[in-house]
């Protein structure tokens, strides 16, 4: 079926270090795609979204990158901090009055002091 | 800022008990969704609500399953009698708009034992 998923389950990048957390998607019908952030014991935390007719979109210390062309999507974090380790997710969704976000695997981001 | 809230934080069952977990949705939002998150892995789709009625709903969201929105506040997922299976972590979401991004609540932690 469809789905969408990561790369690399864990990534151990140095403090000051930028971050670079990879996403894969397979299902063409999708024009919107979500970075959360969850930290440990909470719900999903929005970080920056993008749709499908845009291939970058910069926020406060994020980007995320969107390759159509491929189905692929990265969150960039610049000069990564203590705070920024959490587990990451890509989702999708698609127009046209589907309710339903699809979330990925996660990638864990461990920030080293 | 506004959030959505969820109770209890943790509710632990015996198998084949019902539950009710609650959530207070964000007071203008119109969409609402379930979502659960069992131990390490990625987070899963169950059901979304719009206007009074399921919009889309996942596999996994059998019979034993149902969602409600008594009142113009709460908006509650019903599990009839539970599995061991159904133990996880049950998030609540509501958004402004179906395709916009989603704002989750801390999670309601289910043990079935």
């Known amino acids: 079926g469809e789905s969408v998923g990561l790369h690399l389950p864990t990534l151990s990048v140095q403090e000051g270090d930028n971050s670079i957390i990879n996403c894969a998607y397979s299902?063409?019908?999708?024009?919107?795609f979500i970075w959360y952030k969850q930290e440990s014991g909470k719900g999903p935390q929005f970080i920056i979204d993008?749709?499908?007719?845009?291939d970058k979109r910069q926020g406060q210390r994020v980007t995320v990158l969107l390759n159509k062309t491929v189905k692929h999507l990265s969150l960039q974090i610049a000069a990564t901090q203590p705070g920024d380790s959490a587990v990451y997710f890509c989702a999708e969704n698609r127009s046209g009055g589907y309710q339903k976000v699809t979330f990925g695997i996660g990638t864990k981001l461990q920030v080293i002091p | 800022e506004p959030e959505v809230t969820q109770t209890p934080s943790h509710q632990v069952t015996q198998m084949g008990q019902e539950v009710i977990l609650r959530c207070v949705p964000i007071s203008n939002h119109l969409y609402f969704y379930w979502y659960r998150q069992i131990l390490g892995q990625k987070v899963e789709f169950l059901v979304s609500f719009y206007n009074n009625e399921i919009s889309e709903k996942s596999e996994i969201f059998d019979d034993q399953f149902s969602v409600e929105r008594p009142d113009g506040s709460n908006f509650t997922l019903k599990i009839r009698s539970t599995k061991l299976e159904d133990s996880a972590m049950y998030f609540c979401?509501?958004?402004?708009?179906?395709?916009?991004?989603?704002?989750f609540g801390s999670g309601t932690q289910l043990s079935v034992l």
């Open positions: 979401a509501s958004g402004e708009d179906g395709t916009e991004k989603l704002f």
């Open positions: 299902n063409s019908a999708s024009d919107y």
């Open positions: 993008i749709r499908s007719n845009m």
